[in-house]
């Protein structure tokens, strides 16, 4: 039950932040942009900021959302290499990636649902609770993705196009490295909070970091 509340507190605090990106979508894309790239953008960041990984890292059941996930973006691939011809289509890859993200929502809250784990009432007092608890945290995250994310818009507007075109490759690597080692620390963190084998995260830091060496002289050669 206590879980099922966190659920409810995590949508419902979402909610305002959704619309507020809602109205950024709206400015930026004025005219009939809003409806066909704008909405759809947007859609796509209902879908995926809904999905509770975290229940699923809680519950050590990452197999199942983690399957799914990879089933969705192989989805993704197969709908945009039959439907997309040309530049025209991008309406096509827009649709190809929304509707995996939504078919993984739903599946994360069918699953938990069939595991016990469902939508349950969440006091007021909880969710300002809750806010309180977490602002501090979220308030970085928020940081980091602006700087994450942010930083091609920035060199384009600062330097030549062709500079910020070799960022936002440089920047893609980037991506790719940190989604792939990622995948592995979400997936350690439930055995580090159980176990607290501070032995074992050592050894699994310096093979990532070994990694990570070893991919940046790939590519910088």
């Not at 089933?71 to 997309?84: D, E, Q």
Request: overall charge positive; hydrophobic content about 55%; glycine content about 4%.
């Amino acid at each position: 039950n206590y879980i099922g509340e966190l659920i409810s507190a995590s949508v419902i605090i979402k909610i305002p932040c959704l619309l507020l990106m809602l109205v950024v979508y709206y400015c930026f894309y004025p005219g009939g942009l809003f409806t066909s790239v704008g909405l759809p953008f947007w859609l796509v960041l209902v879908a995926s900021s809904l999905q509770p990984f975290w229940v699923f890292q809680g519950v050590e059941k990452l197999k199942a959302i983690t399957v799914m996930t990879f089933v969705a973006r192989a989805i993704t691939l197969a709908l945009v290499f039959m439907f997309v011809k040309n530049s025209d289509d991008f309406d096509i890859v827009l649709l190809s990636y929304l509707l995996p993200i939504i078919l993984v929502t739903i599946f994360s809250f069918v699953y938990l649902s069939g595991h016990g784990i469902a939508f349950r009432k969440s006091k007021i007092s909880s969710l300002k609770q809750i806010v309180s608890e977490s602002i501090s945290f979220f308030t970085s995250r928020v940081l980091v993705a602006l700087y994450t994310q942010a930083t091609t818009f920035v060199v384009s507007r600062f330097y030549s196009v062709n500079e910020a075109a070799i960022y936002a490759v440089a920047d893609q690597f980037y991506k790719v490295g940190q989604m792939s080692i990622s995948a592995i620390t979400q997936a350690l963190y439930p055995y580090m909070v159980y176990k607290k084998d501070v032995r074992f995260l050592a050894r699994v830091a310096l093979l990532l970091l070994g990694v990570a060496i070893i991919a940046t002289l790939v590519l910088w050669d």
